[in-house]
């Protein structure tokens, strides 16, 4: 199974940015260029949002429409790790942000195509 951890979050101002940060780990040694990646959010009582995705082998990206134009999501596989680049936060864009990891190819949305995930960083944006 692999192992994710996310690191990079904090707090941060409105409108400021932070880059978001996971690492992957395989003791079976599959590759992480195998798994497609995705960011996940949560705030407490509301139900887990997708927030952008990022295929293996050809990159495709997906992003929700709430942070279109404002992230940017990208991978390094030979430091088995996926980014969150965030821009022009607000409030509303506080929440624990969680990485995970699936095996299908591009299913960006789907909760359950996700085969492993994070503990999750919390990003809070203050005024």
């Known amino acids: 199974q692999v192992q994710l951890v996310e690191s990079g979050g904090g707090v941060v101002q409105v409108g400021g940015s932070l880059r978001l940060s996971c690492a992957a780990s395989d003791a079976s040694g599959r590759a992480f260029s195998t798994y497609t990646m995705g960011w996940f959010r949560q705030v407490p009582g509301k139900e887990r949002e997708f927030v952008a995705c990022?295929?293996?082998?050809?990159?495709?990206?997906a992003y929700s429409n709430s942070v279109k134009g404002r992230f940017t999501i990208s991978r390094d596989n030979a430091k088995n790790t996926v980014y969150l680049q965030m821009h022009s936060l607000t409030a509303y864009d506080t929440a624990v942000y969680s990485c995970?990891?699936?095996?299908?190819?591009?299913?960006?949305?789907?909760?359950?195509?996700?085969?492993?995930w994070g503990q999750g960083t919390q990003v809070t944006v203050s005024s």
């Open positions: 990022i295929s293996r082998v050809y990159n495709d990206t």
């Open positions: 995970a990891a699936s095996s299908s190819y591009f299913t960006p949305a789907r909760e359950d195509s996700y085969e492993a």
